[in-house]
């Protein structure tokens, strides 16, 4: 059997996930494929502790520069591009700008 994909979220996102707000995810090179009808567990970036499990529902891609609002629909909200680059170079230790290709997860939670 393959091993569930684990997905990881900052603190300050596992209430709002949880609550049904955030239903998008993005992901920059993204490691674990993640794919239409994957399950995954919702974990803590830091810890690992794991607080959700969801299942994919969308998942498309483009450059951030190129980003539309029903992209950022269910995202946490950025008050300028130049804010959402540098938060996630910050999350990837590694430069990030409009050219920058992103995966879009949309998601829904799943009841166990």
């Not at 879009?104 to 166990?112: A, R």
Request: aromatic letters at 10%; charged letters at 35%.
């Amino acid at each position: 059997m393959a091993e569930v994909k684990k997905v990881g979220f900052i603190k300050d996102l596992h209430v709002i996930v949880l609550n049904g707000q955030k239903t998008i995810t993005w992901r920059l090179w993204d490691d674990k494929n993640l794919q239409k009808d994957d399950v995954f567990i919702c974990v803590d970036m830091v810890t690992r502790v794991p607080f959700a499990k969801a299942k994919i529902i969308k998942v498309w891609e483009k450059p951030m520069g190129k980003l539309l609002p029903e992209d950022k629909d269910g995202h946490k909200k950025f008050a300028s591009d130049e804010e959402m680059y540098k938060t996630y170079s910050k999350y990837y230790n590694r430069p990030v700008d409009e050219n920058t290709i992103v995966k879009i997860i949309k998601f829904s939670l799943v009841k166990e």
